[in-house]
């Protein structure tokens, strides 16, 4: 099978968005540029870890770099829903992240998970072998404005526990650090 690359050097769009009530979402990565629209499924703790690292590589740029300008805090989030149709292409097993110096922009690699040992690409790797891939290149601004808008959605599902930091759903659950008890939210 032939492998795809969704490659968007100029997005229009592109946000972490899911689809469903919480404690049933599913996370999407959502690319746009013009009508052409790649959105890829993957796990809340890899949103979660995206907007981290994102983050922690704006940082990194910031302090080597003199002459990027990147801002400390994201100018504007982009809250709006999911673009639709929302179709699939492959669920994320692996990502990528770089900065490009020449250009000044984050690169993001979303790689499909793949049943064979292949390995992960490089970033920028184009070889016909390799699972399908989604990138992206963002501007400082713009990725700062990605990385909060993740972190709203991974918060936007139920409250963890006190105890145990697992998910409360609206009916409590049972919680190990109450050695089995049913704790109430």
Do not use: K, L, N
């Given at each position: 099978m032939t492998r795809q690359v969704f490659?968007?050097?100029?997005?229009?769009?592109?946000v972490a968005g899911t689809v469903g009530m919480p404690g049933e979402r599913t996370f999407f990565l959502q690319a746009r540029q013009g009508s052409a629209i790649t959105s890829v499924a993957l796990e809340k703790t890899q949103?979660?870890?995206l907007a981290e690292r994102v983050d922690q590589l704006l940082d990194e740029a910031t302090e080597r770099s003199a002459d990027a300008?990147?801002?400390?805090a994201a100018p504007a989030t982009d809250s709006e829903a999911l673009d639709v149709p929302i179709v699939e292409e492959?669920?994320?097993g692996a990502m990528a992240l770089g900065?490009?110096?020449a250009n000044l922009r984050v690169v993001i690699e979303a790689h499909a998970v793949s049943e064979e040992e292949a390995e992960i690409p490089d970033i920028g790797d184009d070889d016909d072998a390799?699972?399908?891939t989604l990138r992206v290149w963002l501007d400082a601004?713009?990725?700062?404005?990605?990385?909060?808008?993740?972190r709203q959605v991974v918060s936007a599902g139920r409250p963890p526990c006190p105890f145990c930091s697992q998910p409360l759903d609206p009916s409590g659950h049972i919680c190990p650090r109450a050695n089995g008890y049913r704790r109430r939210s």
């Open positions: 490659d968007y050097r100029t997005p229009d769009r592109f949103v979660a870890a300008v990147i801002p400390e492959f669920r994320v900065w490009d110096e390799g699972p399908d601004a713009y990725a700062r404005g990605f990385a909060e808008r993740a």
